[in-house]
C-alpha cells in the first residue's frame, strides 16, 4: 500500500470520527462526542504522518512526531495543532476521570476544533504531495 493510499484511508477513518462526535453531540452524549473529536484529529495526524513513513503505536508517540516532522517543519499551523493535544487530556479526563463532566459546550468546542484541524490536514496533505512529487 502507497503512502498516499494509507493516507487517504485515514483520513476516511478521520471523517468517520468526526461524523460520530457529531452525532454523538446532537444525542447529548459529551463525553463520548469529545472523545470522537480527538479520535479525528488524531487519525488526521497520522494521516499526515504516514506521507512521511512515520508512525507511533503510542498518543503520545505520535503527537511528538506530528510535532517535529509536521509543525516544526511549518507544513500545518502552530496554532492549530495545540488542539490535538489538548483533545487527548479532556479525551482522556472523560474516558478514565471519576467524576468528570465532559459539559455541552466542551463537546462542541472540541467538534469545532476538530473539523478545523481537519480541514488544515486535508490543506497539509495536499501541500507534502505537491511538494514531493517531484522527490518521490
Known amino acids: 500500500m502507497s503512502r498516499i493510499n494509507l493516507a487517504r484511508y485515514r ?18 452524549r459529551f ?19 504516514a506521507l512521511k513513513e512515520l508512525d507511533s503505536s503510542k498518543h503520545s508517540g505520535v503527537i511528538a512526531l506530528f ?15 495545540r488542539f490535538l493535544p489538548k483533545a487527548k487530556e479532556i479525551r482522556e479526563n472523560a474516558d478514565y476521570g471519576d467524576f468528570v463532566e465532559i459539559t455541552k459546550q466542551d463537546a462542541q468546542t472540541q ?14 496533505m495536499n501541500k507534502i504531495i505537491q511538494e514531493a512529487k517531484y522527490q518521490w
Open 31 to 49: 463525553s463520548l462526542s469529545a472523545n470522537r473529536s480527538y479520535y479525528a484529529m488524531f487519525t488526521a495526524a497520522r494521516r499526515l504522518l
Open 111 to 124: 467538534l469545532e476544533n476538530a473539523k478545523k484541524f481537519i480541514e488544515e490536514a486535508e490543506r497539509t
Open 67 to 81: 510535532n517535529q516532522y509536521i509543525i516544526k517543519t511549518g507544513l500545518f499551523p502552530k496554532e492549530l495543532s
Open 11 to 28: 483520513m476516511d477513518k478521520a471523517r468517520e470520527n468526526l461524523k460520530d462526535a457529531e452525532d454523538a453531540l446532537a444525542r447529548s
